[in-house]
């Protein structure tokens, strides 16, 4: 609560955004984030909690992302206004990646609430992967935090928000979104992001220009604003792991988490690399749908 009272007040100071208060920022960031994953994880483990105390825990959590994010995506904004004169140029890759993983910890926690996203989340998550583009450091390896066991992307961390999106749509539990999550955190840097569309390659795209997450390829556009994701070389590293699962590999050597249970979690990532691999949906009408007025009955068991 205390550290995101100060950021609270950071943000609302109206201070210059100058390398001082940046580095004050980031260090609050960094020593911060161990509190910060002990809570996300004793929400997730914690299905069964009041309503009270699952809505206290939510509203701390996605404070902090919050606020830590808005705080770096301040200073951000001040670089693309005037980057000749920025003295923060030397950090805005860190910084870069760091926004992106915030936005993409905002979208994933209202996820877990059944939230309707706002579209400035994704634009705001697009923006920053153009200034990515535009400085050249998308593809740069970047360790984010001084306690990570690996370095990631920009391009890896655009791809795991966009990746996610295709299962925010209530249909899975906090914990299942959690584990996927997780392993586009091993595997997001195999997906490439590529600007001109090949038949081949890509089932999927987003569009920078709008407030969207991933979107299924329907029909290719030519805009400059497209972007379109390959997500080959990701689909066979979990065709692989299944794979090895059924030949007896350890779920946790295979970088599937410590929480991967049998028979579920093979199940889990059976569903996920459907969607990946586009065999989900091969019929689905390809014309434009039309809302009509009319009631729904839902019954339990709809898969079967």
């Not at 929400?43 to 009041?50: F, G, I, Q």
């Not at 195999?190 to 999927?204: G, N, R």
Request: hydrophobic share 35%; net charge positive; proline share 3%.
């Amino acid at each position: 609560e205390k550290v995101v009272e100060n950021l609270i007040q950071f943000n609302r100071s109206q201070l210059p955004p100058n390398r001082e208060r940046l580095q004050v920022l980031m260090h609050l960031d960094e020593n911060a984030r161990d509190m910060q994953y002990s809570l996300c994880a004793q929400y997730l483990r914690n299905p069964r909690m009041s309503k009270a105390m699952e809505s206290k825990l939510w509203l701390a959590i996605h404070a902090y992302f919050w606020e830590v994010t808005r705080g770096y995506h301040t200073f951000l904004m001040d670089f693309v206004s005037n980057p000749g004169g920025s003295k923060i140029q030397a950090s805005v890759p860190l910084i870069t990646a760091r926004a992106m993983q915030g936005f993409g910890d905002i979208l994933k926690w209202r996820y877990f609430r059944y939230e309707a996203i706002d579209e400035k989340l994704w634009m705001r998550m697009h923006n920053l992967y153009r200034i990515a583009e535009f400085d050249h450091f998308e593809r740069n390896s970047i360790r984010l935090y001084k306690h990570s066991t690996k370095a990631h992307t920009c391009q890896g961390k655009y791809a795991q928000a966009l990746l996610l999106s295709r299962f925010g749509n209530g249909t899975m539990t906090p914990r299942q979104l959690d584990m996927v999550d997780s392993w586009l955190d091993n595997w997001s840097d195999t997906v490439k992001i590529d600007k001109q569309y090949a038949e081949s390659a890509h089932l999927f795209y987003s569009d920078t220009n709008q407030g969207k997450g991933l979107q299924r390829i329907l029909q290719p556009g030519r805009e400059t604003t497209l972007r379109f994701v390959n997500v080959k070389d990701l689909t066979l590293q979990a065709e692989n792991a299944i794979q090895a699962i059924r030949s007896g590999s350890s779920p946790a050597v295979l970088g599937l988490g410590e929480d991967f249970r049998m028979p579920d979690g093979l199940n889990l990532l059976e569903r996920v690399v459907e969607e990946w691999s586009g065999t989900v949906g091969q019929n689905r009408r390809r014309s434009e749908r039309i809302p009509e007025a009319g009631t729904w009955g839902i019954t339990l068991g709809m898969d079967n």
